[in-house]
């Protein structure tokens, strides 16, 4: 797998632990959008795109199922967002 691209855009609001939303191209063929950048207390983490259920849980819609591809998302849209935020 190879991660083709990334876009991040980030989010303006001010007092809030949103701080991107970030999609990945996989093999120039398979796009994943609505990859949140949140600040934790730890420092920046993802979170990939969820919906809510009946039971008011989140639940992923996309993610990796193996270690080494979400460390992989990770450190690409991470990267990514850093790599924003200097440029602006």
């Known amino acids: 797998m190879k ?3 990334v876009r991040v ?3 303006q609001k001010q007092d809030s632990k949103l701080k991107a939303v970030a999609s990945i191209t996989i093999d120039d063929c398979f796009v994943i959008h609505d990859i949140k950048v949140i600040e934790g207390t730890e420092g920046y983490f993802i979170a990939m795109p969820s919906r809510k259920t009946g039971e008011g849980e989140y639940k992923d819609i996309a993610h990796p199922i193996n270690t ?3 460390q992989e998302v990770i450190n690409a849209v991470l990267e990514a967002y850093k790599t ?4 602006e």
């Open 68 to 70: 080494e591809t979400r």
């Open 84 to 87: 924003q935020l200097a440029a």
């Open 3 to 5: 991660i083709s691209d």
């Open 9 to 11: 855009r980030i989010v």
